[in-house]
């Protein structure tokens, strides 16, 4: 066999698997996007290649470094690591695909590799420390809304599935037309097998046209201010106090004469070195009362860099950082977080912590096995990541009691984790983040658009502000409403409703993924089980 073949198919699904995270409306793409994967990996066993695991090794690295490039912008080695961690796993899933193969018969092994496929992504987005889910194929639909209502009802492994069920119903078809067992058969099941294969591509397309949002209720207006600060230079090129008063100028020139309450975003790390018990009397905070006074009808919700001080004889947390010992005998021990703080003309506030931290930037991982080894590797040096999460979801409501679910930067790349908010009672999504890190490219479009998927799912309006763009305001289907430019000083100002109704993805969770974990469990132990063949 050709070594050219194998090249041209590891291409073919690069290309097929890329676009739909690159070229907005190619989700349907990715519906025919592993069939050149499946079929190298066919032509491989019929033709005996050896080592061939480096083959789809090699695919699944071109995919992953040419759809999620962008991360180098922000740091090449944790870019590196990504791109090789990441393709590494689904190797790992495949080449266990082809070990089941060589004990189970016929369409068993395949839907073992679905199966085990989708309940590695549930892994992913619920308990792994080392997360990143941001090539789950029911993100490939995430700029293709219109096909993809029933998130709402399936969430995004329900597009997971929904890509393998049509890969693996036309690569069957190709099968059995290639093998010759297609002439064997009789009408009916030539019939049957080419009517399920365009129900299972065409049916979540027409089910997606069923499906549409209820009317909402009550609204609110938001405005968000776009501040457009460069992240690398924030801090050195402008006082904490020019940065406010840019921002504050922002607002001023939004439209005042009308007293509705009013919700004001600012984005993800807007000011920074605020002390959770000192919030009250931080420079940001006076200025946004002042702002308020003149204002009343506002609350303004803006993201913080905060410390938490804990006076405590032990380590309350591995990421702690110890201060010394104080007169008591206690150490005082300072906790970071990237936090959410709303606050209104009451002079109240509350505040949320994110959870959903960054691999590295903002979470250690598994602290109790990294922060010794890498002290060990730098002698003593500082510790790898800083920031501390928030165990429990909570939402921030606005002075007439309004819930807002709250979604940090990376926590709205997880579908049921910000179904918890709703859950909690969210009757809307305020989503504060900063994507300025990787600069003019992919991540940012791409990161917005997963915001479409959880207005989806929820059924919830979507407010986003955004550092130095893309702002936007999204409704219940997904649609972008309204939306700022990238890297210039905006304002956005518009209307949302506040919805109460509970989808089915939010009632009763990822059904998806949970189903997919017990298939992957069952066939693998009747893999385990059963002799080679």
């Known amino acids: 066999m050709k070594k ?4 041209s198919l590891a291409l073919a699904f690069t290309v097929l698997m890329s676009l739909p995270w690159l070229v907005p409306h190619c989700g349907a793409l990715a519906l025919i996007g592993l069939l050149p994967l499946l079929v190298m990996e066919r032509l491989a066993t019929e033709h005996q290649v050896k080592h061939f695991w480096w083959w789809h090794y090699a695919a699944f690295v071109l995919w992953n470094a040419v759809t999620t490039w962008w991360v ?12 090789l961690a990441n393709a590494l796993q689904m190797s790992v899933i495949f080449g266990s695909f082809r070990w089941v193969k060589r004990r189970l018969q ?10 085990a496929w989708m309940a590695w992504e549930r892994f992913y987005l619920t308990s792994a420390q080392i997360s990143w889910p941001w090539l789950v194929l029911g993100n490939a639909f995430a700029e293709s809304t219109g096909l993809i209502q029933w998130y709402s009802v399936l969430g995004t492994l329900g597009g997971s599935l929904w890509v393998w069920a049509s890969n693996l119903a036309l690569f069957g078809l190709m099968v059995a037309l290639s093998d010759g067992r297609m002439a064997f058969w009789n009408a009916k099941a030539r019939i049957s097998a080419f009517a399920g294969t365009i129900v299972v591509l065409l049916g979540p397309m027409l089910w997606s046209l069923c499906l549409k949002p209820a009317p909402g209720g009550e609204t609110l207006k938001v405005v968000i201010g776009q501040p457009n600060y460069d992240p690398y230079e924030k801090f050195e090129s402008l006082s904490r106090e020019e940065q406010d008063t840019r921002f504050l100028s922002i607002l001023e020139k939004a ?5 509705e309450p009013t919700l004001v975003l600012a984005p993800e790390t807007f000011t920074s070195q605020v002390s959770t018990n000192r919030v009250l009397g931080h420079e940001t905070f006076l200025r946004f009362q002042n702002f308020l006074k003149e204002h ?27 201060l010394g010992v104080q ?3 206690r150490n005082l021990w300072v906790l970071m977080h990237n936090s959410a703080i709303l606050t209104d003309t009451s002079a109240v506030y509350q505040i949320y912590h994110k959870s959903k931290l960054v691999v590295g930037t903002e979470l250690t991982p598994y602290p109790q096995v990294f922060i010794p080894l890498e002290k060990w590797l730098s002698r003593g040096g500082t510790l790898m990541a800083k920031d501390i999460g928030q165990k429990e979801i909570s939402c921030l409501k606005l002075a007439d009691g309004t819930p807002v679910g709250v979604p940090i930067c990376y926590e709205s790349v997880y579908g049921e984790f910000c179904t918890g908010y709703v859950k ?14 990787w600069g003019d490219t992919p991540g940012y479009r791409q990161h917005l658009s997963y915001s479409r998927l959880r207005a989806i799912e929820t059924r919830r309006w979507v407010a986003r502000c955004a550092n130095t763009g893309v702002s936007a305001l999204i409704n219940p289907a997904g649609q972008i409403v309204s939306r700022t430019p990238w890297w210039e000083p905006a304002l956005l100002e518009g209307t949302v409703q506040l919805r ?27 893999a385990l089980l059963r002799r080679n063949r």
């Not at 180098?72 to 590196?80: D, F, I």
């Not at 009632?507 to 998806?512: I, K, S, T």
């Open 500 to 526: 109460d109704e509970l989808t089915f993805f939010v009632r009763y969770g990822d059904m998806v993924g949970r189903l997919s974990v017990f298939l992957f469990l069952l066939l693998a132990a009747a």
């Open 106 to 115: 016929g369409i068993l092994p395949y839907l073992y590799l679905a199966a």
């Open 327 to 329: 007169p008591d005998g």
């Open 296 to 322: 009343p009808q506002a609350s303004i919700l803006y993201g913080a860099s905060t410390q938490e001080p804990v006076l405590s004889y032990a380590r309350p947390h591995p990421c702690a950082y110890d």
């Open 72 to 83: 180098a912008g922000a740091t090449v080695g944790g870019a590196v690591f990504a791109i």
């Open 4 to 7: 050219g073949t194998l090249i």
């Open 424 to 437: 909690k009672g969210a009757r809307l999504l305020a989503v504060i983040t900063n994507d300025a890190w």
């Open 255 to 259: 439209d005042w004469s009308s007293p």
